[in-house]
């Protein structure tokens, strides 16, 4: 900034000075958010791509705010920032697996899955495996359907992480792989991860993505080669769900399947193949 003389300094400074403010008003913003319920969960469908049918949801956050609802995208790298998201992240642990609690009973369906969001950050604090727990355990809910999505950057920049997720799986909780494909994914870490589940990322299904029509075959088997159950992201129309089917992927989520949205507008997912 300096080089470009003085104008250029003021322009840099203000800049700065935006992000500053943005940064401030999210953290004091969103730590006073968590106790004025201005925080809520949308819950997006995973379905069997074989029967249709809704095997369980994905928790994803969203900030209420005078009437807007902010995406998480524009709050959660913040929150990943500071030990806020250890917070955030505990409590939507909490509020999710009450959910998963409250439908289970309604719908009869003690086998439905809950997955949830678990940031880098969080996973390296020992403090995720009580949050985790607590969570599942006052809800009442058995810890294998409880799914931590974790990314492979998360993993791999903290080991503590893996530690964690170690313990957390060696308890009977599944971890899903999140985003498979972006960053530094690399087959062979696969292998040394604590894993169950392979989560696609949904650029693989996207005709406009150089090669993705080649590469979804070729991870979807890894996948399968590691031991790991597949999902795939991202579905928006019919044909994509005809492919996976026919690559033997076990679940997909997307806006054809079902669009995330708040826990009173989730059509029960009872027993038996949904009409999609
Ligand atoms: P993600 O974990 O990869 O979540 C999937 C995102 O894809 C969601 O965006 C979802 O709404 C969107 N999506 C679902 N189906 C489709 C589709 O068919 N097409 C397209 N184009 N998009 C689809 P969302 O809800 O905006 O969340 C964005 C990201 O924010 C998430 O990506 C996740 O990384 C993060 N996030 C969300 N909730 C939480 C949370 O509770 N804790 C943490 N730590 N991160 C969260
Ligand atoms: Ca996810
Ligand atoms: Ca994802
Ligand atoms: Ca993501």
């Not at 058995?142 to 992480?161: K, N």
């Not at 690399?186 to 169950?196: F, I, K, V, Y």
Request: hydrophobic content about 45%.
């Amino acid at each position: 900034a300096k080089a470009g003389g003085r104008g250029r300094a003021e322009v840099f400074d203000q800049g700065l000075r935006e992000e500053l403010r943005q940064r401030a008003v999210v953290e004091s913003g969103l730590a006073a958010a968590l106790s004025a319920d201005e925080l809520e969960l949308h819950y997006q469908p995973i379905v069997c791509v074989d029967t249709g049918e809704v095997e369980g949801y994905e928790a994803l956050l969203r900030w209420r705010r005078d009437d807007a609802l902010i995406p998480p995208d524009s709050f959660i790298p913040i929150a990943e920032e500071s030990e806020l998201i250890c917070e955030v992240d505990a409590w939507v642990l909490q509020r999710a697996a009450q959910q998963l609690a409250l439908w289970t009973r309604d719908w009869h369906r003690p086998d439905l899955v809950m997955a949830v969001n678990v940031s880098g950050r969080h996973a390296a604090r020992a403090r995720v495996i009580a949050d985790v727990a607590d969570a599942a355990q006052a809800a009442g809910i058995d810890p294998a359907r409880l799914v931590l999505e974790v990314t492979e950057t998360a993993m791999v920049d903290d080991p503590a992480a893996v530690v964690h997720l170690s313990e957390l799986r060696s308890r009977g909780f599944a971890i899903s792989l999140d985003d498979f494909g972006t960053g530094y994914s690399s087959l062979a870490r696969l292998e040394q991860l604590p894993l169950d589940i392979l989560k696609v990322d949904r650029k693989f299904l996207d005709p406009d993505v150089p090669s993705a029509a080649k590469l979804l075959p070729l991870i979807v088997h890894a996948g399968h080669a590691f031991g790991l159950t597949v999902v795939a992201e991202g579905v928006e129309h019919e044909h994509q769900l005809a492919t996976l089917r026919i690559l033997g992927c076990e679940s997909a989520q997307g806006y054809h399947l079902g669009r995330p949205v708040r826990a009173t507008d989730v059509r029960p997912a009872t027993a038996g193949r949904q009409p999609t």
